[in-house]
């Protein structure tokens, strides 16, 4: 850890969208004059904070990506109540059932969802969860983590007050179906943190989101673009606004104190080869995003006769063809029914 304590990253970015504080590059680390902000850390807490310092933000974000994402959206979401204290809760090593069970409890609808969870064919117990302390055992602490989150982001999708409409449908809709195609990636090639691999799934296209919320006129155009033209997100938002979605996801990863490594998978999951030492997480994320993008789920399609066993992330997983159907033909067979949960 750095010497000095820095600021969340929202709150350095809110004063260079305020002109107060002109950013400025020290010795290859992205500072801001005046905030104590000399050196990126890792979250307070995380292990890997005692073994390395962040030097930067993820080399796919430039300085002038970042005052042209502030200039579009204003402050970044700050991670929902809920999410955060079940974070906090399950980051305590003396953290009981009893305590995640006092805040669900006070969510009726996040208790609701937790218990169908528990019930759901995607974890097939033999026998049925009545009580909200018995889906917690039986289900872990970090996958009702994961489902605080993911019900709790819901409402970053869409305006409150405002409906889903078609477009808001098929962002999240990707998102849950990334989120439960990671989690069957790694449980397919034996990564242990599958929980984390689900909030990064779905997470990685919440800077779409955003986007969708604050300048909702210019991202209609960017959506018919993709959808007209068979281009990427990626590539079209990088044309009408000069950064990408997933410029938006690192930053509000790391203002939400996520791990780094989830920080970076978020930012370089259009290219995740690019990514120096890229890790199972990022390999991970590109196989799920590409089999949804196979099967029709959100508002991309994957190219005809694409080679996805070819891809760097399939050969990184060692995942060959018949694995990578064998992974689609599950999610397939659960998505449907296990979506459903989200959509309370």
Known sequence: MGSRSPNHLGDSLRKIRAGREPARKTGGVWGFSGEGFDRMTMPEGS?????????????????????????????????????????????KEDTSVRDLQKVISADPALTARILKMANSVFYSFDQKISTLSHAIVVLGFRAVQS??????????FVKKGAQFGLKEKLLWEHSIGVAMGCRQVARTVG???????????????????????????KYGKIVEKVYNEGR??????????GFDHSHIGALIAQKWNFDWEMV??????????????????????????????R???????APENDQLAESWAARTLGLEEGALVEIQGILEGVLEEEKKLYDM
């Open 264 to 293: 970076e998978t978020i930012a370089y999951h259009h290219r995740p080869e690019a990514e120096e030492g890229a890790s199972t997480l990022a390999a991970i994320l590109a196989v799920s995003n590409h089999i949804c993008k």
């Open 232 to 241: 990427s997100f990626a590539d079209v938002e990088t044309e009408m606004l």
């Open 47 to 91: 292990e890997a904070a005692t073994k390395r310092e962040i030097h930067s933000l993820p080399s796919t974000i430039n300085e002038d990506q970042i005052k042209r994402v502030i200039s579009v959206t204003g402050n970044l979401p700050p991670v929902p109540h809920v999410a955060a204290k079940m974070m906090e809760l399950v980051g």
């Open 191 to 217: 990564y242990e943190a599958e929980e984390t691999a689900f909030i990064v799934g779905l997470l990685h296209d919440i800077g779409k989101a955003v986007l969708n919320q604050v300048v909702p006129k």
């Open 295 to 301: 099967m029709g789920v959100g508002l991309e399609k």
């Open 147 to 156: 489902m605080a989150i993911a019900a709790s982001s819901r409402s970053l």
